[in-house]
């Protein structure tokens, strides 16, 4: 985190450095303004961006967060034997909204965007066998 201020810090300086190098060149150049204008903008449009797209990856739950709690095993366990939603909530005696809710629980606790994933994940972590 504190590579990651430090990088942002260095490049907006070096940012506010240009602007003032080209402030001076527009007072030299009058027509420059306009192209200055529409430089900063980009590189700051760019900037945000790039900063935007980096703090919304790091709000996504590192993978193995948390401990799979039992029924979310069980759930799981399920998953893998290839069984849908609704025989899943059967079996555990829960509605299929349940087995939703306990789905993206596991998903974000492995790192997983699907079933498929969340069973490779579960068993690089070594939850499942």
């Given at each position: 985190?504190?590579?990651?201020?430090?990088?942002?810090?260095?490049?907006?300086?070096?940012?506010?450095?240009?602007?003032?190098?080209?402030?001076?060149?527009?007072?030299?150049?009058?027509?420059?303004?306009?192209?200055?204008?529409?430089?900063?903008?980009?590189?700051?449009?760019?900037?945000?961006?790039?900063?935007?797209?980096?703090?919304?990856?790091?709000?996504?739950?590192e993978p193995g967060s948390g401990p799979l709690s039992p029924r979310e095993l069980e759930v799981l366990t399920l998953v893998g034997?290839?069984?849908?939603?609704?025989?899943?909530?059967?079996?555990?005696?829960?509605?299929?909204?349940?087995?939703?809710?306990?789905?993206?629980?596991i998903f974000e606790k492995v790192g997983a965007r699907n079933r498929t994933q969340a069973l490779v994940r579960a068993r690089e972590?070594?939850?499942?066998?």
């Open positions: 985190m504190v590579r990651l201020i430090l990088t942002y810090g260095a490049v907006l300086g070096g940012l506010a450095l240009a602007l003032g190098g080209l402030q001076v060149a527009s007072i030299l150049r009058p027509d420059l303004n306009i192209l200055i204008a529409a430089l900063v903008g980009a590189v700051f449009l760019a900037l945000g961006l790039v900063i935007g797209l980096s703090l919304h990856r790091r709000r996504l739950p034997e290839g069984r849908p939603n609704k025989v899943i909530a059967r079996a555990l005696a829960i509605s299929p909204n349940t087995v939703k809710t306990h789905l993206a629980r972590l070594g939850i499942l066998p």
